[in-house]
T-cell receptor
Framework: DAEITQSPRHKITETGRQVTLACHQTWNHNNMFWYRQDLGHGLRLIHYSYGVQDTNKGEVSDGYSVSRSNTEDLPLTLESAASSQTSVYFC???????????FGDGTRLSIL | GQQVMQIPQYQHVQEGEDFTTYCNSSTTLSNIQWYKQRPGGHPVFLIQLVKSGEVKKQKRLTFQFGEAKKNSSLHITATQTTDVGTYFCAGAVPNDYKLSFGAGTTVTVRA
């Protein structure tokens, strides 16, 4: 069965370090999204991609970057981790347009 | 930018009772989607509404999209313990495929 996987599931790191969260989907979806989830804020869009070599900023993109070199992967990089980036991160994908999004299991990131 | 507001943030329900969660957008939407997230889990798609005034049902869940396509509601009848979780609405504006999520309604059920 097709799926979307995130790794690692949990990570603890220190402020100032570079961190990369992986997202891999086997749906062959064009669209991929990264969200962060914080209490009281729901899901906020960080970055998104509509295809290979396409990346776009979401509403909370500062301090994050993504790259899309193939259809399956959209890694999320925190260039210099800050304590304010402690959160649960979800990756999602869909086949295009306003189709339903399929979410990964999330990565819980703690920055000390 | 587009904002989607969702109320209430928390809903404590006696098993067997009904409740409703509401979603309002500052702009007209092309469609609205509803997701459910169980505790410790990830959001899972429930339904999508596209047409003005549309009503859809899934067993005990009734979803509505307002006439002006700016608001939506989810009504659950005869709440069960399996309904526990956080329900999110998410809207997209015309010609844009990004979703703007509401803050969610977290539902707990008293047996």
């Amino acid at each position: 069965d097709a799926e979307i996987t995130q790794s690692p599931r949990h990570k603890i790191t220190e402020t100032g370090r570079q961190v990369t969260l992986a997202c891999h989907q086997t749906w062959n979806h064009n669209n991929m999204f990264w969200y962060r989830q914080d209490l009281g804020h729901g899901l906020r869009l960080i970055h998104y991609s509509y295809g290979v070599q396409d990346t776009n900023k979401g509403e909370v993109s500062d301090g994050y970057s993504v790259s899309r070199s193939n259809t399956e992967d959209l890694p999320l990089t925190l260039e210099s981790a800050a304590s304010s980036q402690t959160s649960v991160y979800f990756c999602a994908s869909n086949s295009g347009g306003n189709q339903p999004q399929h979410f990964g299991d999330g990565t819980r990131l703690s920055i000390l | 930018g587009q904002q989607v507001m969702q109320i209430p943030q928390y809903q404590h329900v006696q098993e067997g009772e009904d409740f409703t969660t509401y979603c309002n957008s500052s702009t007209t939407l092309s469609n609205i989607q509803w997701y459910k997230q169980r505790p410790g889990g990830h959001p899972v798609f429930l339904i999508q509404l596209v047409k003005s005034g549309e009503v859809k049902k899934q067993k005990r869940l009734t979803f509505q999209f307002g006439e002006a396509k700016k608001n939506s509601s989810l009504h659950i009848t005869a709440t069960q313990t399996t309904d526990v979780g956080t329900y999110f609405c998410a809207g997209a504006v015309p010609n844009d495929y990004k979703l703007s999520f509401g803050a969610g309604t977290t539902v707990t059920v008293r047996a």
